[in-house]
DNA sequence: CAGTGGTCTAGACCACTCG
DNA sequence: GAGTGGTCTAGACCACTGA
């Protein structure tokens, strides 16, 4: 059962580079062989440096450009896509200790009219979960999930006071492939004060997500919602050249709108 | 003058494909042509096929795999990355009509124990400007600025009410490379509810950028303050394989952190 | 099984940077 | 002008998909 797949030249001459330069074995600002240099050095054919090259600076860990050799840039962190869809994989990235308390899950038809979004089908079943998540045991976000039944079913196998959902459906083999994230700023409502320790009309960073597969079938329904002085979002982006092929690595868009 | 750079032949297929999907002339979940058929099409090498479906599967457009034909993603939708730094082409973006009042500009000493942000530098000059924005003529935002005097001394030539000061430093050759916004929900201060005619306490949607050029050097530092029920942030990530070769197209990259 | 994309090689020319 | 990365070609083998 030992995983491991054949990994790709250029996949494992682009790990090497990149923990080299997440350690700092290799500093911001220094310059990288020539791909001849590398060439040599692994023994491989240029297209294969070339490649691997072209990840690291997909993932903005270096620029490149015509008759200058690789430059690392400046840090752009270490940080998963995962933990912009998994509470418990944000809060252990942070070194804290993620936690949860179920406040309500239920099972109902899907009805016109109710809180769930538009994109959820209507006439099927839904799951819905409502936990109060805490970080180092202090009360920071409460989570209302709707869940498309497909995926409902296997979380009635799943104790959601033990743990990250998320983790446990991509585990199940769930096609959880992209997420848009709709974030503003509304007061808190009685239920937010009562389990969040606020009062009513403080101001809560409310965060909808809505998560589907590949094909666009939408997965899961989840409105966030924070108390603010115990979380925020960070958001990095940057110029870099677009660039690199292939290999499984994690992509993001980012934009703002009204 | 012709600024006509001759474009690459990856990137000129790579941009057929792009505005035919955009378009909808391509539909979503329909297949591409397989590589083989392209270099017959294109007359070019695979390689160059490859480049071109990598930049594409990049962008989000398009998703590979082994003994798949290409397939096209649901919309990843069209945005630039410079919506996330300027307003104005935010606005824009939306089919609105982006608008600025200034209600200070001034340039002073950086002092330890101002609201200054701790990476711009100490005992240099810099430029602060405080400017409220509007979307169609209504107050949206107060913006307060504070730029690295490299780039203020190229402000005092333009005029903070005509439009977009991001896009002038642009044109004007700054390297505004890397950006990191942190959002937040705060109450709203006096000055707040007075420019944004709304109440003092109710929920603003903060958000506090850094931008620095490509060596990690701060050129700026923003704290915009949105009243929340007239913008909100929106993002999208996807976990498509990464993947491209080449061109400068933009990249993003989004995370949450505490 | 045939078709398809993922990986890799070997060699070429060009555009750009820097000493 | 030497070194370097960007582009492109031509051909090869393998792993996976689907009929």
Redesign the pocket.
């Known amino acids: 059962m030992s995983r491991t797949?054949?990994e790709?030249?250029?996949?494992s001459i682009a790990s090497q580079f990149r923990s080299a330069i997440r350690s700092g074995e290799i500093e911001i600002g220094a310059e990288?062989p020539?791909?001849?240099?590398l060439v040599e050095v692994f023994?491989?054919?240029?297209?294969?440096i070339?490649?691997a090259?072209a990840t690291l600076r997909n993932e903005g860990l270096i620029q490149?450009?015509?008759?200058?050799?690789?430059v690392v840039c400046s840090t752009p962190l270490e940080q998963s896509i995962d933990d912009f869809f998994s509470f418990s994989s944000w809060v252990r990235a942070q070194g804290k200790v993620p936690g949860q308390r179920t406040l309500e899950i239920s099972r109902r038809l899907a009805a016109r009219g109710t809180d769930s979004p538009s994109d959820l089908p209507e006439g099927e079943y839904l799951v819905h979960l409502v936990r109060l998540r805490l970080i180092d045991g202090l009360p920071c976000m409460i989570e209302r999930t709707t869940f498309h039944d497909s995926i409902g079913q296997q979380l009635l196998q799943f104790d959601p006071d033990s743990g990250s959902i998320f983790e446990y459906l991509i585990e199940q083999g769930a096609q959880l492939d992209q997420g848009t994230h709709i974030v503003d700023a509304v007061p808190a409502n009685r239920l937010d004060a009562e389990q969040l320790e606020m009062e009513v009309g403080s101001p809560i960073l409310r965060v909808r997500r809505t998560t589907t597969d590949a094909s666009g079938q939408v997965l899961e329904y989840s409105e966030d919602r924070y108390r603010s002085d115990r979380a925020s979002i960070r958001i990095h982006n940057s110029r870099a050249?677009s660039a690199s092929?292939?290999?499984a690595s994690r992509r993001a868009n980012t934009f703002a709108q009204s």
Chains 1, 2 share one sequence.
Do not use: D, F, M
């Open positions: 797949v054949i790709p030249k250029h996949e990288l020539s791909e001849a240099a023994g491989v054919a240029r297209g294969t070339r490649q090259l490149t450009s015509r008759g200058r050799r690789p050249n092929v292939s290999t």
